[in-house]
């Protein structure tokens, strides 16, 4: 059987994130990606990358309506290796923070998070209000591990395919997918002898 990734996609700015993880999954033959991508990630979907739901969903193995809460997803004895939100709304955080599972990316994650299978937020906001660090908080002491998009510069990125592609190579290592083609620390070369 397939590695089976679910891949939620929220109305925060960022939709290339959850679209490139797509798009890698879709390169990999031991993984599936089930997608739930929001209403309101379809607009961002639109705004920024003027891709419609049909073209994202056109990505996954199998795609979900983020209101069909009786979906396959929605249960814990639909095995997963976990799950990605990739961009996750403040909205959605709040959500995953306080089990509010009212739509399939909410009840998707509280059902990750209780089988105790890896669930990654790629939360997008800034500046940060209290309640979404608390929320941050709240879904890392449950086990999530908050990824927010921040660009690594040590890995020279020449464009913004760069910076997206990094984020997302590193997201997939914590699920022991390993991408030959990330640029992984080597230390730092030729450093100058005086270092002021
Ligand atoms: C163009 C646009 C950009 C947005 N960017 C963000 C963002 O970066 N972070 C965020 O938390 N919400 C953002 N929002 C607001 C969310 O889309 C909104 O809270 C929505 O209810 C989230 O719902 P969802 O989590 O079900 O997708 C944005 C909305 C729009 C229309």
């Known amino acids: 059987m397939k590695k089976r990734l679910i891949v939620g996609i929220t109305g925060a700015t960022g939709a290339v994130y959850g679209i490139h993880l797509l798009e890698v999954l879709k390169g990999l033959k031991d993984w599936e990606s089930h997608l739930v991508l929001t209403d309101a990630g379809v607009l961002n979907l639109w705004h920024e990358l003027k891709m419609r739901r049909k073209d994202a969903e056109r990505l996954a193995d199998v795609a979900y309506h983020p209101k069909d809460i009786a979906a396959t997803l929605a249960s814990g004895s639909f095995l997963t290796e976990g799950m990605v939100i990739a961009p996750c709304s403040m909205k959605t955080l709040a959500a995953v923070a ?40 709240a879904v890392s002491e449950m086990g999530a591990i908050v990824f927010p998009p921040v660009p690594a510069f040590y890995a020279a990125p020449k464009s913004l395919d760069d910076l997206v592609a990094h984020s997302v190579a590193r997201v997939l290592d914590l699920f022991g997918v390993h991408s030959a083609k990330l640029k992984r620390w080597q230390g730092l070369k030729g450093i100058p002898a005086e270092r002021g």
Do not use: F, G, Q, Y
């Not at 599972?101 to 500046?127: I, N, Y």
């Open 98 to 137: 306080h089990a509010h599972a009212d739509d399939l990316v909410s009840r998707a994650a509280d059902v990750v998070l209780k089988e105790r299978r890896r669930l990654v937020l790629m939360p997008r906001e800034t500046p940060l209000n209290l309640a979404h660090l608390r929320n941050m908080v």
